[in-house]
């Protein structure tokens, strides 16, 4: 296991983290609903991403021996409905959860626009805008967010992956965790979740700060500082240095 901070901790090869604090896992960007969103436009991909969250939650549970889940934004997709595969899918997640004793929190994300006709059918799901811990505080990324001293923020949002070039040119793009100080404020730093959605492959980390979407990352950080941890499937989590050591093989 790796600390990504007091009491923040990262294993396997799984894109999500364990909150000592709350005794919970977090994940992020779930995107349930993003295939039937695509046959809508005439793009036909296999409904996977249902299977995706059942193999990785079931997982980090078990890892981390808890029955606290915290879906930090995103967990559906269409913006501007509930379509009849987010509602038909939801349904059977948050029932196998329920009926696995496990105790659902779910931070509102940008996409997560009529969840409730779901959620409010399960009494071991809450919906929150935020989640805030003290020294943690857990939001999804897409609201403006003035930070604070001594607190660790955890977001999604920004799908994160690193795209690095080799010696010989080949390129790889990998999907990791992002840890990033905050400047003008002491002890305090961004936690940026990968996404689960398999489909939501992810956004290239950088050293420019408008190629970000969150505020917080945008406004507040020292992206030269900034430590990505690799996800390498069926392998595990390599510590990566800081991005402004590492800005030449970045592409």
Do not use: W
Not at 10 to 17: H, Q, S, T, V, Y
């Amino acid at each position: 296991m790796l600390e990504l901070a007091k009491g923040i901790l990262i294993a396997e090869d799984l894109p999500a983290l364990y909150v000592k604090q709350a005794n919970s896992v977090v994940l992020s960007d779930v995107h349930i609903g993003y295939e039937e969103e695509m046959s809508r436009k005439g793009i036909y991909i296999p409904r996977i991403q249902k299977k995706r969250f059942f193999t990785i939650t079931n997982r980090v549970l078990s890892v981390f021996n808890t029955k606290k889940l915290i879906v930090n934004g995103d967990f559906k997709h269409t913006f501007e409905k509930l379509t009849r595969q987010e509602k038909e899918e939801l349904n059977e997640i948050l029932k196998y959860l329920k009926d696995n004793g496990v105790e659902v929190t779910i931070v509102r994300g940008n996409h997560d626009n009529y969840i409730s006709l779901v959620t409010e059918r399960f009494d071991n799901v809450k919906l929150v805008d935020e989640l805030d811990l003290g020294e943690i505080l857990i939001t999804h990324g897409h609201k403006v967010v003035e930070p604070r001293n001594n607190t660790t923020y955890i977001i999604g949002h920004e799908h994160p992956r690193i795209s690095i070039r080799d010696k010989l040119g080949f390129s790889r793009k990998l999907q990791c965790f992002l840890s990033i100080p905050i400047k003008e404020r002491e002890n305090s730093q961004v936690i940026v979740l990968p996404a689960i959605g398999i489909y939501q492959a992810g956004n290239d980390i950088s050293l420019i700060h408008s190629n970000y979407m969150s505020n917080l990352i945008k406004e507040h950080t020292i992206l030269e500082k900034a430590k990505p941890y690799i996800i390498i499937e069926g392998e595990g989590i390599m510590e990566f240095p800081e991005l402004g050591l590492i800005k030449n093989v970045l592409i």
